[in-house]
């Protein structure tokens, strides 16, 4: 019993050519061409077809006048090259202070205006009342003194 299809041959043996097929679906497929004439055509085509590539290859020669007006339409005007950008350090500490600068906008526009104007009058009056100037909270008083 073969566990090829008959529409599977030509590619299955095409991938035979090329070495594409594991060892395990080689071997099978080698067991069902011994008994398949079909697939042993296949074989002798695909076996005809690659000895001629290998042997009658031909090369395209361009004509000279083709060459030529390559070679004319590069000229070292028509091609332009462009610098390199390498980051020097003044680059990146600009880099640097633009991000800076923009993640501080952008927190300071994010954050209403109300509520860091109270923030900042309630914190200085509460460190304007008495025994708030620094609140460390600590149950050990060796630890934390109040100097």
Do not use: K
């Amino acid at each position: 019993m073969s566990t090829f299809h008959s529409h599977d041959h030509d590619l299955l043996i095409q991938a035979e050519f090329d070495g594409e097929l594991s060892i395990a679906d080689s071997a099978r497929l080698a067991a069902h061409s011994e008994t398949c004439p079909e697939c042993q055509d296949i074989y002798r085509n695909f076996g005809r077809l690659s000895r001629l590539v290998r042997t009658d290859t031909r090369t395209y020669q361009a004509p000279e006048t083709l060459r030529q007006t390559i070679r004319d339409a590069i000229t070292p005007s028509a091609v332009v090259i462009r610098p390199v950008w390498r980051p020097r350090l003044r680059d990146v500490v600009g880099l640097a202070v633009g991000a800076a600068l923009a993640a501080s906008l952008v927190l300071t526009v994010q954050s209403p205006r109300e509520d860091l104007a109270s923030a900042l009058v309630s914190n200085h009056v509460r460190a304007l009342q008495p025994g708030h100037l620094v609140d460390d909270v600590s149950s050990d008083q060796h630890t934390v003194r109040p100097w």
